[in-house]
C-alpha cells in the first residue's frame, strides 16, 4: 500500500521535496494557499529552478501528485512536512505560517501519523509551539498517538551540485520512535540522513549554519569598503587568502544579503538569546549592521563613480545586471538588489533593470525590466552588476558600456569599477 504524502508549502523548500517524494513511491499532495502557484502546478508549468516543467508532468503522469489549496486533499494522510515561510516582523520572529499550516492540519491527525517542521525558526518552536496546536486542535496526544520532528531544509536554489537528494539531511523527533519515522521517511528521498537528539540542536543547527555564512559575509564586506579606502585591491587579496588549504574558507563580498535565509535566520537566534538568556548577539548584530547598509553603500559608490565621469546619479540612466538574491536564480525575497535600484531610483536615476531568471510579476512597482542587450548597454550611463547571473556576457558588458560598477568581480578593464 503506498503511503500519502502532504506537504505544506509548495516553494523553494517544498515544491523540490514534493517530486523527490514522488520519485520515491508516495502519493504526494502539495498545499499552498497562494491559487496562482496551484493553478500552475496542476498545469505542470515550475516556478522553481530546481524543479523543471518535464519533472512536473512526469509527477502528474504518475498519477501521484496533486497540488491543492485545499486542506481536504490531506485526509488520510501518513506523513506531512510544513515548509512554509517564517520572516521577520519588526524584528520578531513572525510565526503566523506555521501556526496557521498547524491549526489547519490538526483536524486531519490520526494514530500513528508522522508531521515535520522543516521552516527555519528558534529553538523550541516544534516542542513549545507546534506540539500544543497539533495535541489541542485533534485531541491526541504525541508522542504517544502521532509522532514529530525537526529537520531543517538545505536547499540551495540553482545549485547544480548538491541537490535535494545528495545534500546530507539532519534529522530530530521528540522521543525515540518519532525520531526513526522521521530518519526513515528521508531515508527513502536522500542518500544521507544525519539524526541529532532533539529538535531544539536540529533547530538551532539550521541557525548555526546560516549564522556562519551571515558573519563572514559582513567580515569581507566590511573589509572590502576599507580595503578601497586604503587603496588595497580586496579581490586579490580574497584570491590570494583562498589558496590557503586550512585554516580559511572563500567568502566574497556583494550588494548586500538576500534570500529567505541571511537576512532573517540569524535574528530568529539573536531574538531568542535576548529573549530567554536577556543578552545580545553582538555578532549577529553587527553582522545585520554591515550587511544591511551594503545597498546604501553601492548607492554611494556608483554616485562617486558618475561624478568622475562629470554626471551625478539625478539624471542619469543605469542599466542594473541581476535582481535576484543569488546568481543563476530566479529568487528575488530580500534581494540587496532591489534595495540598490529602489535606491537609485530615489535619488533621480532612470533606472532599467535586466534579470531573465526572475518573473517580472514578482518585482515591485517602479521596477523597469528591459531585455539584455548591447543597445541597452550602450545607452546607459552607468552599468551595474548586481548578481553575476552566467547568462551574461561580461565582455560584452565590459566592452559596450561607458561605466561599469562591479559588485561581483566579473568585469575588468579601466571603465569598470570594482566593489
Same mark, same amino acid.
Given at each position: 500500500?503506498?503511503?500519502?504524502?502532504?506537504?505544506?508549502?509548495?516553494?523553494?523548500?517544498?515544491?523540490?521535496?514534493?517530486?523527490?517524494?514522488?520519485?520515491?513511491? /508516495?502519493?504526494?499532495?502539495?498545499?499552498?494557499?497562494?491559487?496562482?502557484?496551484?493553478?500552475?502546478?496542476?498545469?505542470?508549468? +515550475?516556478?522553481?529552478?530546481? &524543479?523543471? %516543467?518535464?519533472?512536473?508532468?512526469?509527477?502528474?503522469?504518475?498519477?501521484?501528485?496533486?497540488?491543492?489549496?485545499?486542506?481536504?486533499?490531506?485526509?488520510?494522510?501518513?506523513?506531512?512536512?510544513?515548509?512554509?515561510?517564517?520572516?521577520?516582523?519588526?524584528?520578531?520572529?513572525?510565526?503566523?505560517? #506555521?501556526?496557521?499550516?498547524?491549526? +489547519?492540519?490538526?483536524?486531519?491527525?490520526?494514530?500513528?501519523? @508522522?508531521?515535520?517542521?522543516?521552516?527555519? @525558526?528558534?529553538?523550541?518552536?516544534?516542542?513549545?509551539?507546534?506540539?500544543?496546536?497539533?495535541?489541542?486542535?485533534?485531541?491526541?496526544?504525541?508522542?504517544?498517538?502521532?509522532?514529530?520532528?525537526?529537520?531543517?531544509?538545505?536547499?540551495?536554489?540553482?545549485?547544480?551540485?548538491?541537490?535535494?537528494?545528495?545534500?546530507?539531511?539532519?534529522?530530530?523527533? #521528540?522521543?525515540?520512535?518519532?525520531?526513526?519515522?522521521?530518519?526513515?521517511?528521508?531515508?527513502?528521498?536522500?542518500?544521507?540522513?544525519?539524526?541529532?537528539?532533539?529538535?531544539? &540542536?536540529?533547530?538551532?543547527?539550521?541557525?548555526?549554519?546560516?549564522?556562519?555564512?551571515?558573519?563572514?559575509?559582513?567580515?569581507?564586506?566590511?573589509?572590502?569598503? /576599507?580595503?578601497?579606502?586604503?587603496? #588595497?585591491?580586496?579581490?586579490?587579496?580574497? %584570491?590570494?587568502?583562498?589558496?590557503?588549504?586550512?585554516?580559511?574558507?572563500?567568502?566574497?563580498?556583494?550588494?548586500?544579503?538576500?534570500?529567505?535565509?541571511?537576512? #532573517? %535566520?540569524?535574528?530568529?537566534?539573536?531574538?531568542?538569546?535576548?529573549?530567554?538568556?536577556?543578552?545580545?548577539?553582538?555578532?549577529?548584530?553587527?553582522?545585520?549592521?554591515?550587511?544591511?547598509?551594503?545597498?546604501?553603500?553601492?548607492?554611494?559608490?556608483?554616485?562617486?563613480?558618475?561624478?568622475?565621469?562629470?554626471?551625478?546619479?539625478?539624471?542619469?540612466?543605469?542599466?542594473?545586471?541581476?535582481?535576484?538574491?543569488?546568481?543563476?536564480?530566479?529568487? $528575488?525575497?530580500?534581494?540587496?538588489?532591489?534595495?540598490?535600484?529602489?535606491?537609485?531610483?530615489?535619488?533621480?536615476?532612470?533606472?532599467?533593470?535586466?534579470?531573465?531568471?526572475?518573473?517580472? /510579476?514578482?518585482?515591485?512597482?517602479?521596477?523597469?525590466? &528591459?531585455? /539584455?542587450?548591447?543597445?541597452?548597454?550602450?545607452?546607459?550611463?552607468?552599468?551595474?552588476?548586481? @548578481?553575476?547571473?552566467?547568462?551574461?556576457?561580461?565582455?560584452? &558588458?565590459?566592452?559596450?558600456?561607458?561605466?561599469?560598477?562591479? @559588485?561581483?568581480?566579473? $568585469?575588468?578593464?579601466?571603465?569598470?569599477?570594482?566593489?
Amino acid at each position: 500500500m503506498r503511503e500519502k504524502l502532504v506537504v505544506i508549502g509548495q516553494g523553494y523548500v517544498g515544491l523540490p521535496l514534493a517530486m523527490g517524494a514522488v520519485t520515491a513511491g /508516495f502519493d504526494v499532495v502539495g498545499i499552498d494557499l497562494d491559487e496562482w502557484r496551484v493553478k500552475r502546478l496542476n498545469a505542470a508549468e +515550475s516556478y522553481v529552478e530546481d &524543479v523543471g %516543467d518535464e519533472t512536473l508532468s512526469l509527477a502528474h503522469r504518475s498519477g501521484r501528485y496533486l497540488a491543492s489549496t485545499d486542506y481536504a486533499a490531506a485526509e488520510g494522510f501518513d506523513v506531512c512536512v510544513i515548509t512554509v515561510p517564517t520572516p521577520l516582523r519588526e524584528g520578531v520572529p513572525d510565526l503566523r505560517h #506555521i501556526g496557521a499550516a498547524g491549526e +489547519s492540519l490538526a483536524p486531519l491527525l490520526r494514530p500513528g501519523v @508522522t508531521v515535520v517542521l522543516e521552516s527555519t @525558526t528558534y529553538p523550541g518552536t516544534t516542542e513549545e509551539y507546534l506540539l500544543p496546536l497539533l495535541e489541542e486542535g485533534s485531541g491526541l496526544c504525541a508522542p504517544r498517538d502521532f509522532h514529530l520532528g525537526y529537520s531543517p531544509e538545505r536547499i540551495d536554489p540553482g545549485n547544480a551540485r548538491w541537490r535535494l537528494e545528495n545534500t546530507p539531511k539532519v534529522v530530530s523527533g #521528540i522521543d525515540g520512535v518519532s525520531l526513526e519515522r522521521v530518519r526513515a521517511f528521508y531515508a527513502r528521498i536522500v542518500d544521507e540522513v544525519v539524526p541529532v537528539s532533539s529538535p531544539r &540542536v536540529a533547530e538551532l543547527c539550521k541557525l548555526l549554519e546560516n549564522t556562519f555564512r551571515h558573519v563572514n559575509i559582513a567580515l569581507v564586506n566590511e573589509l572590502s569598503i /576599507f580595503a578601497q579606502q586604503l587603496g #588595497i585591491d580586496a579581490w586579490e587579496a580574497i %584570491d590570494a587568502a583562498s589558496t590557503k588549504p586550512f585554516g580559511y574558507l572563500r567568502f566574497t563580498p556583494g550588494p548586500g544579503v538576500g534570500g529567505h535565509c541571511l537576512p #532573517i %535566520d540569524p535574528s530568529y537566534l539573536s531574538w531568542k538569546v535576548k529573549r530567554s538568556l536577556g543578552h545580545n548577539f553582538r555578532f549577529v548584530e553587527l553582522a545585520n549592521d554591515i550587511n544591511d547598509h551594503m545597498p546604501d553603500h553601492v548607492v554611494h559608490r556608483i554616485g562617486l563613480a558618475l561624478n568622475r565621469s562629470h554626471k551625478s546619479i539625478n539624471g542619469s540612466r543605469v542599466l542594473a545586471l541581476g535582481l535576484a538574491y543569488k546568481k543563476n536564480a530566479g529568487d $528575488c525575497r530580500e534581494s540587496p538588489a532591489i534595495d540598490v535600484v529602489r535606491g537609485l531610483g530615489k535619488l533621480g536615476a532612470d533606472v532599467r533593470a535586466a534579470d531573465p531568471h526572475v518573473d517580472c /510579476f514578482l518585482l515591485p512597482q517602479g521596477v523597469e525590466v &528591459v531585455a /539584455f542587450s548591447e543597445r541597452e548597454l550602450a545607452a546607459a550611463d552607468a552599468v551595474v552588476v548586481l @548578481t553575476d547571473h552566467d547568462c551574461f556576457d561580461y565582455e560584452l &558588458v565590459q566592452r559596450a558600456s561607458a561605466l561599469v560598477f562591479d @559588485t561581483r568581480n566579473r $568585469c575588468r578593464g579601466p571603465n569598470v569599477e570594482r566593489l
